[in-house]
């Protein structure tokens, strides 16, 4: 079983919508991270968390430590947000264990 | 501030050679990450380098190498290439220990 488990696996969405990507995690963590990456593009970290929720213009993350859980919420879906989003743990020796990704297509 | 930079961005190379890439950190930032990205098994860690120390490393085999320079800049070594290590590899750096990574544009490695 992967340390890190993401779902949905794909996600396709109409502009405008809300959009939830969930995350589960099965280790002690030092802190969780959303990434993102266009295809062909490199990656880019929209969030670093240990608690609670931060917000980046119409992105939202949270994380429950008690629950190994975490979501990133993306608000007004715009077709500039299809991408492939990863959450990532990091641990106190400094490794980084990876989601599988999900894949999201927002539709104009 | 020049964000990671990773040369070369194309390599390819045929089984049984070795190869060297290179990351170039933001400037100040101490912290070395690599990793490999493949369509099958996704991102996955190889070694992390803070002040020219391995700080952890991937379950990789011994083939997979690395080191930190003292200008903070990094190299990762892959001998003996095998057909299997034809991916994406990407640097990423941070400052020091828990702080947000910083990406380079990763080296597209095909191992004919």
């Known amino acids: 079983k992967n340390e890190v488990e993401q779902s949905p696996q794909n996600l396709t969405a109409q502009e405008g919508e809300f959009i939830t990507i969930n995350c589960s995690y099965s280790v002690g963590i030092s802190a969780l991270h959303w990434l993102q990456q266009h295809p062909g593009g490199g990656i880019v970290s929209l969030f670093m968390l240990s608690s609670g929720k931060k917000k980046h213009g119409r992105l939202i993350a949270t994380i429950n430590i008690q629950e190994k859980h975490s979501s990133l919420h993306i608000t007004a879906s715009h077709p500039r947000d299809s991408a492939v989003y990863i959450c990532?743990?990091?641990?106190?020796?400094?490794?980084?264990?990876f989601g599988a990704g999900t894949t999201v297509t927002v539709r104009a | 501030k020049a964000g990671v930079t990773q040369t070369p961005r194309y390599l390819i190379k045929t089984r049984g050679q070795q190869v060297t890439l290179s990351c170039s950190p933001i400037?100040?930032?101490?912290?070395v990450s690599w990793y490999q990205q493949t369509p099958g098994q996704g991102l996955q860690f190889l070694f992390e380098y803070f002040s020219e120390t391995q700080r952890n490393k991937g379950n990789f085999p011994g083939r997979f190498s690395g080191r930190q320079f003292s200008n903070s800049r990094s190299e990762m070594n892959v001998s003996t290439l095998e057909l299997g290590d034809s991916a994406l590899y990407l640097c990423?750096?941070?400052?020091?220990?828990?702080?947000?990574?910083?990406f380079g544009s990763g080296t597209q490695l095909s191992v004919l």
């Open positions: 400037s100040g930032h101490r912290s």
């Open positions: 990532a743990v990091g641990t106190n020796d400094y490794k980084l264990s």
């Open positions: 990423a750096s941070r400052a020091r220990g828990n702080e947000k990574l910083f």
